[in-house]
């Protein structure tokens, strides 16, 4: 069975940065992509970043520009790295893993979810 363990949240000011880590392990863990999701209280989970079976990079639009992903293959990890935080990119964010083909950002793809870290980013 694969897990997901995600780190890096924390409080940090608006305009600050950080960066979130997700370790895959357990099972075939290396047979999975590993993509960024993010919660906000009150609202819907939303997809914020992934890294497609070609390497290529996708987005939702709000992190265009201010969040980057990336993926250790050795370590089994991905990171997203958020810059220029804002108030509203408050939220829990998770990382979950789905098979290389499977459709990038819908519910269905995802066969595992890490138990999220937290950011908060005061005003």
């Known amino acids: 069975q694969v897990q997901l363990v995600e780190s890096g949240g924390g409080l940090v000011q608006a305009g600050g940065s950080l960066r979130l880590a997700c370790i895959a392990s357990?099972?075939?863990?290396?047979?999975?992509?590993m993509d960024w999701f993010r919660q906000a209280p009150g609202k819907e989970r939303e997809f914020v970043a992934a890294i497609t079976w070609s390497g290529g990079l996708e987005y939702g639009a709000f992190a265009k520009g201010r969040f980057t992903i990336s993926r250790d293959s050795a370590k089994n990890t991905v990171y997203l790295q958020m810059n220029t935080l804002k108030p509203e990119d408050t939220a829990v964010y998770y990382c979950a893993a789905r098979t290389p083909l499977s459709r990038i950002g819908s519910m269905r793809s995802y066969d595992v979810w890490g138990q999220g870290t937290a950011v908060t980013v005061s005003s």
């Open positions: 357990g099972g075939t863990s290396s047979s999975y992509l």
